[in-house]
């Protein structure tokens, strides 16, 4: 993006921290420009307060998190969708904001355009939240997909403030909670905005009269903002017949995933129905309660450990899933491990956390890598009894990689998956 | 020769009264501020004050123009983005010594070396004053705070020696106690090109009991009685920097001549990106999707 930057009119600035990204784009997006900024989970923890100050001040802003896999640095390589708490709780205090889970490729370029026209005519912040597998993943898609004559929002601005006017009220109270929007440079209609709460002029309520039938006025026309967004997004539609046995929920990027995997199950003779959600926040609450209500099994399938947005979902509807399909180990989902976690369930098979062996030999490479210079490889790997470790084990032999000669044995816990023991082949016996 | 008619100091003064302590030193810079911009000539639509939080980062509500009273420490980063928004609007900073080098001590040293064409100007009381009397990163040695009961164990920043490691191309002291002083430093300040630092002994007379006004007026003097003082030398500017004790210099320690961040700045060649379209023209977007084929 630096290198299009003068021929497209934009300016790209990396900045040494977060706090200074999300300040600044949200300097930016207040003096009249559209602005964005992107960044991942650590990154977002950092813009968290600044979210809060967008919402009260009514500034727009585009903030983009790309989900890795948590917590802290986790696994920042690989994806995941474990940011949902941390996006939806950012910043303190209740305040106008929307979220927004792209679905695939081409959805992001329109979620960008409609980010943009929703930050600037309801003037709050939008957070894009995506995952490092669609945000960095190569993917042909249809030229047609993307056009240049995107609609362009900017909601109401005020132009001129002529001396006749009275004072320009920046945070006026309106039926709709949107307050016309003066860019600094206009003439007559200066005013500052603060992150103390205000008045309609923007003068600070937050001392020593703190006026409370004020602060209730202002906290309700800055939130009255969010019924005019619900009513511009699209409510999600159930994919698939209604009567189906099974109800997939996914969010997100795991669109296209959950599709392919349906298909594999109607193939082993499975229906199965599927809601996606993209509109995070405002939630359309009326619209999926009325939907989940007619569904039979629910299965939240989502790749956190916690079953952050089944939990979601439960709050904003009263409805919570039956079942979840949950992936923590930074790989993706494939069709194929949402269809057999499927069959599963429907099969009423416990959970199986256990170190299998494909685990196991994974494992030892991993063993082979830090510990033996990945000079070897493990070859048979045999369940044993496990005796005094209170668990069965799986014994990986490991061989030279070039010679084949054994270097000797390691000793993986099936539950637990620690590598209690790595027995060398004895020098003597090697030699 | 049209003359130009100077607008009153009340154009710069907003409806609401200050409610700092009576005697704040804060007082002083809001003052310095208004005749600055007289002297200036600015049109208050064209002014942007960003503070942060304190008692000083109240400013921008006292002063008429438009503003932004933002984050604790994050004055300097609004700026910054409103800056390259709009190349066009005068923008200030103002907030406290916590504010801009403690909680926002990070954003200060990269504006410095990114060198906007900001006006910072920093209340330094050596204390936090809105929290009620805490040490802040100015604080001198041994000084008894709140927080310091037994008094503060670690040395005080210098800003300005600071500012000059960092790349700052107009550094200068001003004192509350001499608000027409300080006004020459701020009006000159807005007026340098590149970013300008005002560090200001503004005395919290409420819970700085150390460093008040008499303690200042005692040992300021004015570099520009220095005859032989040249701003132009970084080398002076930094044995001035370090001047502390019964002589504090204040006034202008450096003004260099770099390029400033806009001006190197290839997009914003076309004016403030403020005033440029929006959207992708048909052929540019064409070109765009070309690279992908
Ligand atoms: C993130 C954050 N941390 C802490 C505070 C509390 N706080 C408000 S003002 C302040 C210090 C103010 O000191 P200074 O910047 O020197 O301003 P002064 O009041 O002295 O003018 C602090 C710690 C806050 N508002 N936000
Ligand atoms: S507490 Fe100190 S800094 Fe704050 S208004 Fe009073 S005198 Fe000024
Ligand atoms: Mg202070």
Redesign the interface.
């Given at each position: 993006m630096a290198s299009?930057?003068?021929?497209?009119?934009?300016?790209v600035?990396q900045?040494?921290?977060e706090?200074?990204v999300v300040?600044?784009?949200?300097?930016?997006?207040?003096?009249?420009?559209?602005?964005m900024c992107a960044t991942s989970g650590g990154g977002f923890a950092l813009m968290t307060?600044?979210v809060g100050?967008a919402g009260m001040?009514e500034a727009p802003v585009v903030i983009v998190e790309v989900q890795r896999e948590g917590p802290s640095t986790g696994i920042p390589t690989k994806t995941g969708q474990g940011d949902l708490n941390q996006v939806y709780g950012a910043s303190q205090g209740d305040f106008p904001r929307v979220i927004i889970a792209p679905t695939d490729t081409a959805d992001c370029y329109w979620t960008a355009v409609e980010s943009f026209n929703l930050a600037e005519k309801y003037q709050l912040p939008v957070m894009i939240i995506s995952d490092l597998l669609l945000s960095e993943h190569p993917e042909t898609i249809e030229?047609d997909d993307?056009?240049?004559?995107?609609p362009?929002e900017?909601g109401e601005m005020v132009a001129d403030w002529p001396g006749g006017n009275g004072p320009y009220k920046r945070y006026a109270c309106t039926p709709t909670g949107v307050s016309p929007r003066a860019?600094?440079?206009?003439?007559?209609?200066?005013?500052?905005?603060?992150?103390?709460e205000h008045d309609e002029e923007g003068?600070?309520i937050s001392?020593?009269f703190t006026t409370p039938p004020m602060r209730r006025k202002i906290m309700e026309k800055r939130m009255k903002k969010m019924d005019g967004v619900l009513k511009e997004l699209k409510p999600p539609q159930l994919e698939g017949p209604l009567d189906a046995p099974v109800t997939l929920i996914g969010w997100g990027a795991t669109l296209g995933v959950i599709r392919e995997s349906r298909a594999l199950l109607a193939a082993r003779g499975i229906q199965t129905n599927h809601l996606h959600i993209k509109y995070i926040h405002p939630f359309h609450a009326a619209e999926v309660t009325a939907i989940l209500r007619k569904c039979k099994k629910l299965i939240g399938v989502e790749g956190n450990y916690t079953a952050q947005f089944a939990r979601f979902l439960r709050a904003e509807t009263g409805i919570g899933v039956h079942d979840t399909i949950l992936k923590y180990d930074g790989e993706p989902f494939e069709p194929a491990i949402i269809a057999a976690e499927v069959e599963r369930l429907l099969a009423g098979r416990p959970l199986n956390l256990d170190v299998s062996v494909e685990d196991a030999r994974e494992m030892a490479y991993h063993y082979i890598r830090t510990h033996l210079a990945d000079a070897a490889r493990p070859t048979e790997v045999e369940l044993a009894d496990g005796n005094s470790h209170g668990e069965p084990l799986w014994h990986v032999q490991v061989v030279d990689r070039s010679s084949g000669v054994s270097r000797g044995q390691l000793k993986i816990g099936v539950r637990t998956g620690s590598i209690y023991a790595w027995e060398p082949v004895a020098a003597a016996a090697q030699a | 020769m049209a003359t130009v008619v100077e607008m009153p100091l009340e154009t710069y003064q907003?409806i609401?009264e200050p409610?700092w302590c009576p005697g704040c030193g804060d007082f002083g810079v809001l003052r310095a501020l208004e005749i600055a911009a007289q002297k200036l000539r600015l049109?208050?639509?064209?002014i942007?004050?960003?503070s942060g939080?304190g008692c000083s980062s109240?400013l921008?509500?006292f002063?008429?123009?438009?503003?932004?009273?933002?984050?604790h420490?994050?004055a300097v980063?609004?700026?910054?983005?409103?800056?390259?928004?709009?190349h066009?609007?005068h923008v200030v900073i103002t907030g406290g010594d916590g504010d801009g080098y403690g909680i926002g001590l990070?954003?200060f040293?990269?504006a410095m070396r990114r060198n906007l064409d900001l006006t910072y100007i920093v209340m330094n009381n050596q204390i936090y004053g809105l929290t009620t009397g805490q040490a802040s990163p100015t604080t001198s040695k041994g000084h008894k705070t709140k927080s310091t009961p037994r008094g503060n164990v670690e040395a005080p920043i210098n800003p300005v020696a600071l500012a000059l490691v960092s790349g700052a191309t107009y550094i200068a002291r001003g004192f509350s106690g001499e608000a027409k002083h300080m006004a020459d430093l701020i009006a000159d300040g807005i007026a340098h090109k590149g970013f300008s630092l005002v560090d200001v002994f503004s005395p919290c007379v409420t819970y700085n009991l150390i460093n008040t006004y008499p303690w200042f007026k005692q040992r300021v003097y004015k570099l520009e009685d220095d005859k032989g003082y040249n701003p132009a030398d970084m080398e002076s500017a930094f044995t001035k920097s370090f001047e502390w004790g019964d002589k504090i210099p204040i006034g202008l320690f450096y003004k260099g001549d770099e390029l400033t961040y806009e001006d190197s700045?290839?997009?914003?060649?076309?004016g403030p990106?403020?005033h440029?379209?929006?959207?992708?023209?048909?052929n540019?977007?064409?070109s765009?999707?070309e690279e992908f084929y």
């Amino acid at each position: 993006m630096a290198s299009h930057g003068e021929r497209c009119g934009v300016v790209v600035k990396q900045c040494e921290d977060e706090l200074a990204v999300v300040n600044m784009a949200i300097g930016a997006g207040h003096a009249g420009v559209r602005a964005m900024c992107a960044t991942s989970g650590g990154g977002f923890a950092l813009m968290t307060e600044g979210v809060g100050m967008a919402g009260m001040i009514e500034a727009p802003v585009v903030i983009v998190e790309v989900q890795r896999e948590g917590p802290s640095t986790g696994i920042p390589t690989k994806t995941g969708q474990g940011d949902l708490n941390q996006v939806y709780g950012a910043s303190q205090g209740d305040f106008p904001r929307v979220i927004i889970a792209p679905t695939d490729t081409a959805d992001c370029y329109w979620t960008a355009v409609e980010s943009f026209n929703l930050a600037e005519k309801y003037q709050l912040p939008v957070m894009i939240i995506s995952d490092l597998l669609l945000s960095e993943h190569p993917e042909t898609i249809e030229p047609d997909d993307l056009r240049h004559d995107v609609p362009i929002e900017r909601g109401e601005m005020v132009a001129d403030w002529p001396g006749g006017n009275g004072p320009y009220k920046r945070y006026a109270c309106t039926p709709t909670g949107v307050s016309p929007r003066a860019l600094p440079g206009t003439a007559g209609a200066e005013y500052v905005s603060p992150t103390d709460e205000h008045d309609e002029e923007g003068i600070v309520i937050s001392d020593v009269f703190t006026t409370p039938p004020m602060r209730r006025k202002i906290m309700e026309k800055r939130m009255k903002k969010m019924d005019g967004v619900l009513k511009e997004l699209k409510p999600p539609q159930l994919e698939g017949p209604l009567d189906a046995p099974v109800t997939l929920i996914g969010w997100g990027a795991t669109l296209g995933v959950i599709r392919e995997s349906r298909a594999l199950l109607a193939a082993r003779g499975i229906q199965t129905n599927h809601l996606h959600i993209k509109y995070i926040h405002p939630f359309h609450a009326a619209e999926v309660t009325a939907i989940l209500r007619k569904c039979k099994k629910l299965i939240g399938v989502e790749g956190n450990y916690t079953a952050q947005f089944a939990r979601f979902l439960r709050a904003e509807t009263g409805i919570g899933v039956h079942d979840t399909i949950l992936k923590y180990d930074g790989e993706p989902f494939e069709p194929a491990i949402i269809a057999a976690e499927v069959e599963r369930l429907l099969a009423g098979r416990p959970l199986n956390l256990d170190v299998s062996v494909e685990d196991a030999r994974e494992m030892a490479y991993h063993y082979i890598r830090t510990h033996l210079a990945d000079a070897a490889r493990p070859t048979e790997v045999e369940l044993a009894d496990g005796n005094s470790h209170g668990e069965p084990l799986w014994h990986v032999q490991v061989v030279d990689r070039s010679s084949g000669v054994s270097r000797g044995q390691l000793k993986i816990g099936v539950r637990t998956g620690s590598i209690y023991a790595w027995e060398p082949v004895a020098a003597a016996a090697q030699a | 020769m049209a003359t130009v008619v100077e607008m009153p100091l009340e154009t710069y003064q907003s409806i609401i009264e200050p409610d700092w302590c009576p005697g704040c030193g804060d007082f002083g810079v809001l003052r310095a501020l208004e005749i600055a911009a007289q002297k200036l000539r600015l049109a208050t639509k064209d002014i942007f004050v960003v503070s942060g939080i304190g008692c000083s980062s109240n400013l921008p509500g006292f002063f008429h123009g438009y503003g932004v009273h933002s984050l604790h420490g994050r004055a300097v980063a609004v700026a910054s983005g409103a800056k390259l928004a709009n190349h066009g609007l005068h923008v200030v900073i103002t907030g406290g010594d916590g504010d801009g080098y403690g909680i926002g001590l990070n954003h200060f040293i990269h504006a410095m070396r990114r060198n906007l064409d900001l006006t910072y100007i920093v209340m330094n009381n050596q204390i936090y004053g809105l929290t009620t009397g805490q040490a802040s990163p100015t604080t001198s040695k041994g000084h008894k705070t709140k927080s310091t009961p037994r008094g503060n164990v670690e040395a005080p920043i210098n800003p300005v020696a600071l500012a000059l490691v960092s790349g700052a191309t107009y550094i200068a002291r001003g004192f509350s106690g001499e608000a027409k002083h300080m006004a020459d430093l701020i009006a000159d300040g807005i007026a340098h090109k590149g970013f300008s630092l005002v560090d200001v002994f503004s005395p919290c007379v409420t819970y700085n009991l150390i460093n008040t006004y008499p303690w200042f007026k005692q040992r300021v003097y004015k570099l520009e009685d220095d005859k032989g003082y040249n701003p132009a030398d970084m080398e002076s500017a930094f044995t001035k920097s370090f001047e502390w004790g019964d002589k504090i210099p204040i006034g202008l320690f450096y003004k260099g001549d770099e390029l400033t961040y806009e001006d190197s700045e290839p997009a914003l060649k076309k004016g403030p990106l403020v005033h440029q379209p929006l959207g992708l023209e048909k052929n540019l977007f064409e070109s765009l999707m070309e690279e992908f084929y």
